[in-house]
């Protein structure tokens, strides 16, 4: 089994520097993956409730046999239930759909700033927070101006936000300011959904080390101390994915890597995404 080193968030909770994305995997699906990679080392695992397949992940988690203190769920806020009543219920149901005690991550999915209900979900995440129901809170897709807003607004600054972050599309400004402010980025979508595997930089690299173009792609990121969260439901993809943390990446391959970086946005734009 491998293990997994972990990064301290600004509340002080530890989270897994590598996880299993579960997106779009339906509820059947979501149970063998999940099963299969807690077995294999896995202890950080996202879904979201517009995924639709909290449960499968749940039902994962249990049939896995792992100890639940040992094990990070994260799930997210859907855009139709933004706002405070609304996101105080949902937390507790993804929390029964999950079959957990706590949610140990929950954010808000996607800022929407045009319907304009993210602050208000803010205050209903730290009063779940509160509560108990969630251990961390933090958000997904947010700019720095709508993260600022959050701050100054609560005084409560989110632990994560989760972008998107692949070869093509690798965000440095936006990293750069989130570890001024002691944000975790977290990645979705790490390897650009294999578009940018096939890139020859990244094909010589794999070579040199006899490892996979995916595996160089996720050392990448764990070398740029962000948190990728790849989505894979076959097992020998899911164990190769977890194996990056015995081997190194020098700086001028790091430097190759980061100069593939095109601006190529894949996902939506957080200012104009709508997501409900």
């Known amino acids: 089994m491998i293990d997994v080193p972990a990064v301290m968030l600004l509340d002080g909770t530890s989270m897994p520097r590598l996880g299993l994305g579960t997106w779009p995997m339906d509820d059947a699906q979501a149970t063998r993956a999940v099963s299969e990679a807690l077995g294999m080392g896995y202890r950080l695992i996202d879904t979201a409730a517009a995924y639709g397949n909290e449960a499968g992940v749940g039902e994962g988690i249990a049939a896995a046999g792992v100890p639940r203190e040992e094990i990070f769920v994260t799930t997210k806020l859907r855009g139709a239930q933004q706002g405070y009543a609304e996101a105080l219920a949902a937390g507790e149901e993804s929390r029964k759909r999950l079959g957990v005690d706590v949610i140990d991550l929950y954010l808000i999915h996607w800022p929407l700033p045009q319907v304009g209900r993210y602050l208000d ?43 998107e972050l692949h070869p093509d599309f690798s965000q440095p400004e936006l990293r750069s300011w989130h570890a001024e402010q002691g944000i975790v980025t977290e990645a979705w979508s790490p390897l650009g959904r294999t578009r940018n595997l096939g890139r020859p930089e990244i094909e010589e690299i794999a070579a040199a080390h006899g490892r996979s173009p995916a595996q160089i792609a996720l050392r990448w990121h764990v070398q740029l101390d962000d948190v990728p969260i790849p989505k894979s439901a076959n097992p020998e993809r899911m164990r190769e994915n977890l194996d990056v943390f015995d081997f190194e990446l020098s700086e001028e391959e790091m430097a190759r890597l980061d100069g593939l970086d095109r601006g190529a946005r894949q996902g939506g734009d957080p200012d104009r995404h709508e997501e409900f």
């Open 121 to 163: 979900s803010w205050r209903a995440m730290i009063e779940l927070r509160e509560r108990g129901v969630v251990r961390s809170i933090g958000v997904s897709n947010f700019t720095p101006p709508q993260i600022e807003h959050l701050v100054a607004e609560t005084g409560v600054r989110p632990v994560v936000n989760q972008i």
